[in-house]
Nanobody
Framework: QVQLQESGPGLVKPSQTLSLTCTVSGGSITAGDSYWSWIRQPPGKGLEWIGYMPESGSTYYSPSLKSRTSISRDTSKNQFTLHLSSVTPEDTAVYYC????????????WGQGTQVTVSS
């Protein structure tokens, strides 16, 4: 059973960089056929995919967020981290990490989500 847990600050000031870490247990972030995703849901809106990192360590980002997004990983800790720069109040959302599994073509494991508010 794969488990994911997000961690990071719940409040970020405008223009700063939002950083969230996802700790994975029960599976390796270097395992094949898995893509480790960040997804968010702003209040009153649907889910928005931010980007993901497959086992190779490559990165793929949403075109609308690409200029402000980076995803990194620490394989020794089985963690991957989202960095979103120059945040505005429009980046306020619940942020989720999740595993996309290519065989099922779906995000099959999710973290519980963490609320991030951008406010001065």
């Amino acid at each position: 059973q794969v488990q994911l847990q997000e961690s990071g600050p719940g409040l970020v000031k405008p223009s700063q960089t939002l950083s969230l870490t996802c700790t994975v247990s029960g599976g390796s972030i270097t395992a094949g056929d898995s893509y480790w995703s960040w997804i968010r849901q702003p209040p009153g809106k649907g889910l928005e995919w931010i980007g993901y990192m497959p086992e190779s360590g490559s990165t793929y980002y949403s075109p609308s967020l690409k200029s402000r997004t980076s995803i990194s990983r620490d394989t020794s800790k089985n963690q991957f981290t989202l960095h979103l720069s120059s945040v505005t109040p429009e980046d306020t959302a619940v942020y989720y990490c999740a595993r996309y599994y290519s065989y099922s073509d779906s995000h099959d494991y999710w973290g519980q989500g963490t609320q991030v508010t951008v406010s001065s």
